[in-house]
Nanobody, 114 residues
Framework: VQLQASGGGLVQPGGSLRLSCAVS????????MSWYRQAPGKEREWVAR???????DYAESVKGRFTISRDYARNTIYLQMNSLKPEDTALYYC?????????WGQGTLVTVSS
C-alpha cells in the first residue's frame, strides 16, 4: 500500500488548508484511515480518524476546526483545516489500517505563521 500526502504549505494564523492523501488501490478495504502530526521536538500525535463505516473522531485540540473526509472515486482522504493556529505547525502524516497492517505515507509540512 502506498499513501501519498500533499497540500501542506505556509499559512497565516486563522487561515485554512486542505491536505490530501492519495492511496494506491481502493480505500474501501481499510478499517480506518487517520491523520497524525509531529511538531518539531515533539512526539507524533493523532489528529483525526475516519472509520470504514464513515464515523469520524478528532483530537480535542482540533475538534470543531478540522474535518476528515474521503472520496472513494479518487481513493483519497482529506483533512480540511480551518482557523489554523501556530501550534498546528507540524509534519502531517496519513495512516491506513487494514487488518493487522498499518501503512504510513510520507509527511506534508504545514507551517502556520505570520
Amino acid at each position: 500500500v502506498q499513501l501519498q500526502a500533499s497540500g501542506g504549505g505556509l499559512v497565516q494564523p486563522g487561515g485554512s488548508l486542505r491536505l490530501s492523501c492519495a492511496v494506491s488501490g481502493s480505500i474501501r478495504r481499510f478499517k480506518s484511515m487517520s491523520w497524525y502530526r509531529q511538531a518539531p521536538g515533539k512526539e507524533r500525535e493523532w489528529v483525526a480518524r475516519i472509520y470504514g463505516g464513515g464515523t469520524t473522531d478528532y483530537a480535542e485540540s482540533v475538534k470543531g476546526r478540522f474535518t476528515i473526509s474521503r472520496d472513494y472515486a479518487r481513493n483519497t482522504i482529506y483533512l480540511q483545516m480551518n482557523s489554523l493556529k501556530p501550534e498546528d505547525t507540524a509534519l502531517y502524516y496519513c495512516q491506513a489500517v487494514m487488518g493487522i497492517t498499518t501503512s504510513w505515507g510520507q509527511g506534508t509540512l504545514v507551517t502556520v505563521s505570520s
